[in-house]
């Protein structure tokens, strides 16, 4: 059984695979495994994937139909050995000691996840460091809200103890982008500590035009993005434990609001922002005056209004008007 598998969702990227999984190869760490999700590439991914595992033992390939870049992730853990699993996307690379120093720091500290530095890494060459950990000690306890940035809960700067995965719904929501955010929020949920390498050590590729950031429409993100956001928080909320429940609601909300605009949604997400926005009101209602009105002001009845209970009283041939202002009675009389 190796102590790390790396897991590698392969999809157009012809031109860029050979460095990422040389930059693999290349790891310090000897005892690992390589799983090439050849997410039906319709180029020669398919191909440079087998030739791959010709030269090295330690790598596995899987061809599979297109499900796109959750699916792929899914179907690597469901195959994965190791104690840990880590994710590269296929036109990035990493630093030799990245997959080391990543798990020496979740065995020497007892944690089930540890994150490192990243580099943006330019065409030219350039790089520049992401500067988002500096503040954090090497061993964090968990602050949902500091770790909910928009780097912060990517997949692939981290590395992940197997058992995080061990309920089948703690996985990458299928069929969405930015499938990341809704996947960390199941992720921190399950977790008290998380170990901390200052050091930049995953190269972010920034100049890959057929990435998701170049070519997608403002809208789909923004639908996208919220619909990851219900995914992890209603599957994220079932784990958290009781004692930490609130400080994770809190955070959750002042992390949708910052990163989620209101309005241009689809059907189907504005269903789901409400009925995100509904499940945390109790949480918005104490908090500041900016949070509470973006909450009650988006929801479908955060307005006052008048309630006709039909039904509950039909035997008694009358009709009951409430009127509420945020869920609170204020005034109830009958009619008929």
């Not at 460091?129 to 000690?137: G, M």
Request: hydrophobic residues 40%; glycine residues 6%; proline residues 4%.
């Amino acid at each position: 059984m190796p102590k790390v598998s790396v897991v590698v969702p392969v999809y157009k990227v012809e031109k860029y695979l050979d460095e990422c999984v040389q930059s693999i190869c290349d790891s310090t760490l000897q005892d690992i495994e390589i799983l090439l999700i050849d997410d039906g590439s319709p180029d020669n991914c398919g191909q440079k994937c087998e030739d791959w595992a010709g030269r090295d033992k330690r790598i596995r390939v899987f061809h599979k139909t297109n499900g796109g870049l959750s699916d792929a992730r899914n179907y690597g853990i469901d195959r994965a050995n190791g104690d840990y699993i880590a994710f590269v996307d296929s036109d990035d690379k990493i630093a030799p000691e990245m997959l080391q120093k990543l798990y020496n720091a979740c065995e020497k500290y007892k944690t089930k996840v540890a994150i490192c530095s990243v580099y943006k890494w330019f065409s030219d060459g350039r790089t520049e460091k992401i500067p988002d950990l500096d503040a954090l000690c090497s061993l964090s306890f968990i602050d949902y809200k500091e770790l909910s940035g928009m780097y912060h809960n990517v997949a692939w700067r981290k590395l992940y103890h197997k058992s995080i995965f061990a309920n089948p719904h703690n996985r990458f929501p299928f069929g969405i982008l930015h499938e990341d955010i809704g996947f960390w929020w199941i992720v921190m949920a399950q977790i008290d500590t998380i170990a901390v390498v200052k050091e930049p050590l995953i190269y972010y590729r920034q100049d890959n035009p057929s990435s998701i950031n170049q070519k997608e429409k403002a809208r789909r993100k923004l639908n996208d993005s919220a619909r990851s956001f219900h995914f992890g928080y209603f599957n994220g909320i079932k784990l958290v434990s009781p004692q930490k429940k609130e400080q994770y609601q809190t955070a959750f909300l002042n992390t949708y609001i910052k990163m989620i605009y209101f309005g241009n949604f689809d059907n189907d997400v504005r269903r789901k922002h409400y009925k995100l926005l509904q499940s945390l009101k109790p949480v918005a209602l104490k908090q500041n005056a900016y949070v509470r009105n973006m909450v009650l002001h988006n929801l479908p009845f955060g307005l006052p209004i008048i309630k006709i209970n039909l039904f509950k009283n039909i035997l008694k041939r009358s009709r009951i008007l409430t009127i509420q202002m945020f869920g609170v009675k204020i005034l109830e009389f009958t009619i008929g």
